[in-house]
C-alpha cells in the first residue's frame, strides 16, 4: 500500500473515532498527556539549564576557579607569579586581598565580605562593570566602595552616601579595645542576581589594607583557568611544585561551589526520570486507545482484509493512526513547551512584583533563569517518539489476529 493511501485510510479511521465516545476520550487524553508530559518535561528542563548557566556565567565569574593564599603580600614579580604566567593550563590571574567584617548605617548592621578590587582588565572585573546599577561606577578615590544593591538596600543607602565599615581586628590602647571602623563613600552598587549581592563590598586594596590589620587579612592569587574543570588537577600541580613553600593554602571551586554544581546535574537527572514516567503513561494510553478501535472495526478490518488486504497492510494502518496520534501529542507538547519557556521569566518577574516578595531569595540567583537547549528538545522528543512507537507496535498487533471469516459470520 502506498503511504499516501496508507495514511489516508488510518486518518479516515481515526476520524471515525468520533462516534465511539469512550474511544475518542481514551484517545485524547492520551494525547493530551503525551503533549502535558513532553511539555513540562521541556520547562522543567530548561529551568535546570537556566540555574545551570547562572551558576557558570555568573556565580562562577565573581569567584576565582583557583585562590592562592600566601603568607605575605603577593609578590606580582616573584617566583610564584612567574610560574602561574608559565602555566599552560591558567588563562589569567590577579593578586586579591579580602577580609570579613560589618557595614553599618543609622538603619542597621549587615555582616560584609570586604574585598579588594580586581585589575581593570580581569574577568571579575569586567563583570563587575557589567553589573553597576545607573549612575555608579568603580571606587577611584580614597574610601570610596562599591556595595551589592541588596546589601545597600538592607542598611538603607543609596549613591554618595556614608556607610561605615568595621573590620574584623581590634586596636588595643591605654583606654581600651578599640574596633577598626572608617566611614566610606559609597561609589555604586552593583546587582548580579546572586548571593553576592547581599554581603559584597569592593574597594581599592590600599583601602582594605587600612582598614583591616595584617592579621585580619586574607591575600594572594585568584586564578582563572582555560578550563573550567581542570582546577583539582591545576590544584595538585601547582602544591607539589612549590618549593619555596609560598603557598600558604590553596581552594577551589568545586570546594566551595562544587556540591551546588552537583546538585543541579543530580536534579536534572532525576526531574528527566521522574517526568519521562509521564510521557511513558501517555504513550501507553495509545495501547488502550488502539486496542479498542480495533475491537471496534473489527468488522471494516474484516471487509479490508477480504478485498485483498493482508496482515502487514492492516498492521500498517493502525501503526499509522497511532504514530499520527503520538506526533500530534509530542507538537503540541513542543509548542507548550518551548512558549511556556520564553514566557516565564517574565511572567516570574510579573508575579515578584504583583506579590511585592522576594520568590527567589534563598537561591543562589535572586532570579529565575531559564534556558531552552535545543538538545533538550531532540532528546525529549526522540524519547517521547521511541515509546509511543513501542506502545504503537505493541497494540496493532491485535489487529493482526483478526479472523475474517469468523467475523463476517458473526455480524
Known sequence: MRISDLIFVAARTGMGVGRESRIAL???????????????????????????????????????????????????????????????????????VESLGLASSAAGVAAAQFKGLPSGDSRTSGFLVSSLTAESRLPTEPFEVLLGSTLAKRLGLSIDEKVTLTGPSVRITPFGIYSRSKSFRIAGTFTTFT??????????????????????????????????????????????????????????????????????KLQKVIMWILLSLIIAVASFNVVSGIVGLIHRKRFHIAVLMTFGADRRDILDIFRCLGLLIALTGIALGL????????????????LEGRTA???????????????????????????????????????????????????????
Request: no cysteine; net charge negative.
Open 26 to 96: 481514551v484517545m485524547l487524553a492520551a494525547m493530551t498527556g503525551l503533549g502535558l508530559g513532553v511539555g513540562v518535561l521541556i520547562v522543567v528542563l530548561s529551568v535546570i539549564n537556566g540555574f545551570e548557566e547562572a551558576l557558570k556565567e555568573r556565580v562562577l565569574k565573581l569567584i576565582p576557579h583557583i585562590t592562592l593564599y600566601t603568607p605575605q603580600e603577593p609578590d606580582e614579580q616573584g617566583g610564584l607569579a612567574s610560574r602561574l604566567k608559565n602555566n599552560p593550563d591558567i588563562a589569567d590571574y590577579d593578586t586579591f
Open 195 to 264: 548571593e553576592y549581592d547581599a554581603v559584597a563590598a569592593f574597594m581599592s586594596s590600599r583601602d582594605l589594607r587600612r582598614l583591616v590589620a595584617e592579621q585580619g587579612l586574607a591575600q594572594g592569587f585568584r586564578i582563572d583557568l582555560k578550563d573550567l574543570f581542570a582546577d583539582e588537577a591545576v590544584s595538585n600541580s601547582l602544591l607539589s611544585n612549590d618549593p619555596n613553600w609560598e603557598i600558604e593554602a590553596l581552594s577551589h571551586w568545586t570546594m566551595t561551589h562544587g556540591p551546588l554544581y552537583e546538585a543541579v
Open 335 to 350: 509548542l507548550l513547551g518551548v512558549g511556556m519557556s520564553l514566557v516565564l521569566e517574565d511572567l516570574y518577574l510579573y
Open 357 to 411: 516578595s522576594q520568590l527567589m531569595s534563598e537561591y543562589f540567583v535572586h532570579y529565575l533563569p531559564v534556558r531552552i537547549s535545543v538538545y533538550d528538545l531532540l532528546l525529549v522528543m526522540l524519547f517521547a517518539f521511541l515509546v509511543s512507537l513501542l506502545a504503537v507496535v505493541t497494540a496493532a498487533e491485535r489487529a493482526t489476529h483478526i479472523r475474517p471469516a469468523s467475523v463476517l459470520r458473526n455480524e
